[in-house]
């Protein structure tokens, strides 16, 4: 017999000896298994618990820094009205010590452009790429009135009152501005929007020529043609000064740009979420050389500091009439949340005593489907409101099982939320530390929400996202649609 054969054997006697072992064990695990039922050492059961909850109104959030800037106005019974605007510093052109305009210089055109953020189509009949824009809430139809403004506001990159921090602006902040617009007008969203059209013109004013200008990714943006003579003002006649020198002295000097939204009518407009990552102010201009009229541009980026400014009415609305009768409020960009309490009248001590396993615990609003519906979020979210933590399950399981997703019921309509939060109540129903017992919040969920790591525990407060959603509360006479915790245990026998 050979070696290998003898290699053989032995390795299928190996295995043989792993699969017979194998099924001895799977065996003994099922005879454990039916002796623990039969002699009754658990019993699987479930539980609901009515819990208290109430809206409570965010007066501000984080809005520098932010990774979306809203503009815009929108308005409905149940929240009232929003209007977004935002401010911006601007850098000064990438032309290192050479920002002059030259000989017999004029302004062709000022233009802001503001990019879109936007979804291409993959497959386009007459060749010309066709988009459709993302994050916009509200009916797009309906203009909102844009006023541009030079920023009177200074503003700091660091803390005045602790240098050694960043400094941070709260979207209730109040900006100064000019008297003058550099631009107003209406505006609405255009999808087309993918080209500009510079005229060139001579000294005396006669055009010359007409420039085509395509972005290189040629998506649409917001366009706003600004005032030729105030621009000249600021930044052409002072070209020569120390202003312009570095980015210090041109920051105090020109503070930067408050974009401001307001109304146009009665009827309910819209609000864009927008990065503001390459957006611009580009001045054309041009100038003679050698007896020739030739085309140059300056550009100015967007800087870094960028915040925005959130201004809530709620008068007349179901929010400000009803908030403390049974219903909840939720909605982002400085709107509102739900507090929630959990087992009251003593039932969290009452469920200490008894010796439950905690299999499952879900925590369950339903939607007014009586309510708006136009800016239904299409997820909530759930932390730790008192100590503004992340809680156990968003980062023992993660966003995903948590979940608080939009369910529809069985005919398409929206009917609640649900929250999967089995070890929080699993450690709670453990410990004997009171204060372990805490509030929790539900908010709109914003994507800065979601931990990135284990360690990624203290909640991010920023929040662009206007969505909003009126649920249920405690108080409710509809008892099924009561906001209420769910929890399935296993009761171990002594």
Known sequence: MTTKVVNALKYLGLVCLILFISSSCEKEMDNIGVNLIENGTFNANSESYEVLSNTINVEKVPSSGAGQYLLGTYSNNDFG???????????????????????????????????????????????KPKFSIDSVFGNSDVEFKVGIYELKTFLN?????????????????????????????????????????????????????????????????????????????????????????????????????????????????????????NSKMTIYYSKDEENVRTKHAFTFLFGNIKSNILERDYT??????????????????????????????????????????????????????????????????????????????????????????????????PEKYVFKITDYISDLVKSDNSADLINLGIRVYNPSDAPTAISDVTMRQFSWNPKGVVLYNHNTSNLEKRVQLNISYTELNN
Do not use: C
Request: proline share 3%; charged share 25%.
């Open 316 to 413: 007349n609305s179901n929010f400000e009439q009803n908030n403390s009768n049974n219903r909840l409020f939720v909605q982002g960009a400085a709107g509102s949340e739900a507090s929630i309490s959990l087992f009251n009248n003593n039932e969290l001590d009452e469920i200490r005593t008894k010796n439950w396993l905690i299999n499952d615990a879900n925590l369950t609003l339903y939607i007014d489907q009586s309510a708006s519906s136009d800016i239904l979020p299409q997820q909530l979210f759930i932390y730790n409101m008192e100590e503004n933590l992340q809680i156990k399950d968003m980062i023992s399981e993660g966003l995903t099982m948590v979940g608080g997703d939009l369910k529809r019921d069985d005919d398409g309509n």
């Open 81 to 127: 009205k929003l209007k977004a605007s935002f401010v911006s510093q601007l850098s000064l052109p990438a032309t290192g010590d050479d920002y002059n305009y030259g000989e017999n210089a004029s302004i062709d055109s000022v233009l802001i452009t503001i990019p879109y953020q936007v979804t291409k189509e993959e497959n386009y009949a007459d060749g």
């Open 157 to 277: 990159t660091l803390d005045p009152q602790d240098p050694t921090k960043n400094n941070i602006y709260y979207s209730d902040k109040e900006f100064q501005k000019s008297d003058s617009p550099l631009f107003l007008g209406n505006f609405k969203v255009n999808e087309n929007d993918t080209v500009s059209y510079i005229s060139r013109y001579e000294l005396d004013g006669v055009k010359y020529d007409t420039d085509t200008i395509k972005e290189a990714d040629v998506t649409p943006t917001m366009k706003f043609p600004l005032n030729k003579e105030l621009v000249k003002q600021l930044f052409v006649d002072t070209a020569g000064n120390a202003d312009f020198a570095d980015f210090e002295s041109f920051s105090r000097y020109f503070r930067g740009l408050y974009i401001e939204a307001s109304e146009v009518s009665s009827e309910s407009a819209h609000l864009i979420s927008l990065s503001v990552a």
